[in-house]
Nanobody, 128 residues
Framework: QVQLVESGGGLVQAGGSLRLSCAASGRIINNYPMGWFRQAPGKEREFVAAISWSRINTFYADSVKGRFAISTYNAKNTVFLQMNSLKPEDTAVYYC?????????????????????WGQGTQVTVSS
């Protein structure tokens, strides 16, 4: 089992930055595909970013490409999501997720079914 705990959310003005952290415990996640998803009120959960199990490839939703960056810190068993140039439409609960099986395409990594473990989420609110 893998437990994931997100942190770093909060209230920020449009144009600002936040860095979300996802601390994993229970297993070493160095070879797990990792992803970030978000869910805004009244909307379905949507893909934000992912990093492949090899840590070679990263994937981003079009809406965040060029503004967000996913990275890992293996020594701390942690995944980060650096969010820059935030917009009000980025307001959502952000979830970290870990997969047990490797993905083989960008579509795989953007699909929730790849991920077996989920955190409880952290709220991000961007004011205009």
């Amino acid at each position: 089992q893998v437990q994931l705990v997100e942190s770093g959310g909060g209230l920020v003005q449009a144009g600002g930055s936040l860095r979300l952290s996802c601390a994993a415990s229970g297993r070493i996640i160095n070879n797990y595909p990792m992803g970030w998803f978000r869910q805004a009120p009244g909307k379905e959960r949507e893909f934000v970013a992912a990093i492949s199990w090899s840590r070679i490839n990263t994937f981003y939703a079009d809406s965040v490409k060029g503004r967000f960056a996913i990275s890992t810190y293996n020594a701390k068993n942690t995944v980060f999501l650096q969010m820059n140039s935030l917009k009000p439409e980025d307001t959502a609960v952000y979830y970290c997720a870990a997969g047990r099986n490797p993905g083989y395409s960008a579509l795989d990594y953007s699909t929730p079914r790849l991920y077996a473990y989920w955190g409880q989420g952290t709220q991000v609110t961007v004011s205009s």
